[in-house]
T-cell receptor
């Protein structure tokens, strides 16, 4: 079993739909990251969370430390949101442990 | 400036070639990372440099040789690679958390390497 599990692995939705991507982890962490990777490779850090909730534009990330679970929500989804979303937790001094990623496709 | 740059964007090399990948950041970050990413897989950590010293080597074969000549630059020297080494190589940087910084990693666009 991976230390970081994401679901779903693939998600296809229509423009405007509310999107939820889930991340569960089995190790003790001090921070959880949500990353976005577009086709072509570049990775962008969306959020770093250690507790509670953060919001940036149409993106919302929550974390429940007791349940070892985090969610990434996208409101009013748009085709430009199509990307791979990766959950990663900080394990050890400088290492990130990555989930397998969720491939999101938003159709117009 | 919150950018990490990587050169080249694409590289094709033979198994007997020697080449280098370069990474640069000017955010004053003192931790720099090399990752390898195969298609449809998450990045795999290869090396971490902290204050220009190698702090983590994830049992990477010696045909990959990292170098950090100064706090802004990170190189990855490649020699005698195998076709299975073909992948996207990502560089990242972050503040040094042990000295009070955050550990948000800023990633470069990657170098797509093909070994023939």
């Amino acid at each position: 079993k991976n230390e970081v599990e994401q679901s779903p692995q693939n998600l296809t939705a229509q423009e405007g739909e509310f999107i939820t991507i889930n991340c569960s982890y089995s190790v003790g962490i001090s921070a959880l990251h949500w990353l976005q990777q577009h086709p072509g490779g570049g990775i962008v850090s969306l959020f770093m969370l250690s507790s509670g909730k953060k919001k940036h534009g149409r993106l919302i990330a929550t974390i429940n430390i007791q349940e070892k679970h985090s969610s990434l929500h996208i409101t009013a989804s748009h085709p430009r949101d199509s990307a791979v979303y990766i959950c990663a937790v900080r394990s050890g001094a400088q290492k990130l442990v990555f989930g397998q990623g969720t491939r999101l496709t938003i159709n117009p | 400036d919150t950018e990490v740059t990587q050169t080249p964007k694409h590289l094709v090399m033979g198994m007997t070639n020697k080449k280098s990948l370069k990474c640069e950041q000017h955010m004053g970050h003192r931790a720099m990372y090399w990752y390898k990413q195969k298609a449809k897989k998450p990045p795999e950590l290869m090396f971490v440099y902290s204050y220009e010293k190698l702090s983590i080597n994830e049992s990477v074969p010696s045909r990959f040789s990292p170098e950090c000549p100064n706090s802004s630059l990170l190189n990855l020297h490649l020699h005698a690679l195998q076709p299975e080494d073909s992948a996207l190589y990502l560089c990242a940087s972050s503040q040094d958390r042990s000295r009070g910084g955050t550990d948000t990693q800023y990633f470069g666009p990657g170098t797509r390497l093909t070994v023939l």
